[in-house]
T-cell receptor
Framework: KAGVTQTPRYLIKTRGQQVTLSCSPISGHRSVSWYQQTPGQGLQFLFEYFSETQRNKGNFPGRFSGRQFSNSRSEMNVSTLELGDSALYLC????????????????FGPGTRLLVL | QKEVEQNSGPLSVPEGAIASLNCTYSDRGSQSFFWYRQYSGKSPELIMFIYSNGDKEDGRFTAQLNKASQYVSLLIRDSQPSDSATYLCAVNQADNNAGNMLTFGGGTRLMVKP
């Protein structure tokens, strides 16, 4: 099975711009989560999508948003980019058989490295 | 604020020794615990998950969970230089364990010396 794929792998933007990152989960996986990793803050949870609905949300400002499509692919968008948004953005997918099922193991994609100048 | 704490290291062990990595968490209601390994410049790779108190073994790896004391540990037996990486402890913090919302510790850097 192919793993989680993320595009693009690298991105350079300037302050004030917006960016859209894409994630394709492992085939059959229905939950997609997004994380931000920075040297200072480590790995932080952004949000999780399941069945095209946001199921869990971390403590990030509203500039960070996401969505999930019917084929489970997900996108996240960051508007009005700030220098501090420079980070590795990781997507992770898990099977999640039922809507209220217990947490299942998540598998991470290679990430998108975003640099904001 | 639900927290997950790890010693940042580096933890240095000789090749062939047992490496012991520890993690504590603040939310007593947490039910799902994960260990990931991350090589420099790469994404996290799942090593093990554990849900129940006690030990869980998988090859050279043993995860230990003690919910009463709120700690999780990972033992790596017969450590190899290829085990040198940052080890991340993660705890699912989703309310009622519904879905995935992992809180990660800061990671422990392990160095295995030949």
């Amino acid at each position: 099975k192919a793993g989680v794929t993320q595009t693009p792998r690298y991105l350079i933007k300037t302050r004030g711009q917006q960016v859209t990152l894409s994630c394709s989960p492992i085939s059959g996986h229905r939950s997609v989560s997004w994380y931000q990793q920075t040297p200072g803050q480590g790995l932080q949870f952004l949000f999780e999508y399941f069945s095209e609905t946001q199921r869990n949300k971390g403590n990030f400002p509203g500039r960070f948003s996401g969505r999930q499509f019917s084929n489970s692919r997900s996108e996240m968008n960051v508007s009005t980019l700030e220098l501090g948004d420079s980070a590795l953005y990781l997507c992770a997918s898990s099977l999640t058989r039922t809507s209220g099922g217990a947490a299942e193991t998540q598998y991470f994609g290679p990430g998108t490295r975003l640099l904001v100048l | 604020q639900k927290e997950v704490e790890q010693n940042s290291g580096p933890l240095s062990v000789p090749e062939g020794a047992i490496a012991s990595l520890n993690c504590t968490y603040s939310d007593r209601g947490s039910q799902s615990f994960f260990w990931y390994r991350q090589y420099s410049g790469k994404s996290p790779e799942l090593i093990m998950f554990i849900y129940s108190n006690g030990d869980k073994e998988d090859g050279r790896f043993t995860a230990q969970l003690n919910k009463a004391s709120q700690y999780v540990s990972l033992l790596i037996r017969d450590s190899q230089p290829s085990d040198s990486a940052t080890y991340l402890c993660a705890v699912n913090q989703a309310d009622n364990n519904a879905g995935n919302m992992l809180t990660f510790g800061g990671g422990t850097r392990l160095m295995v010396k030949p």
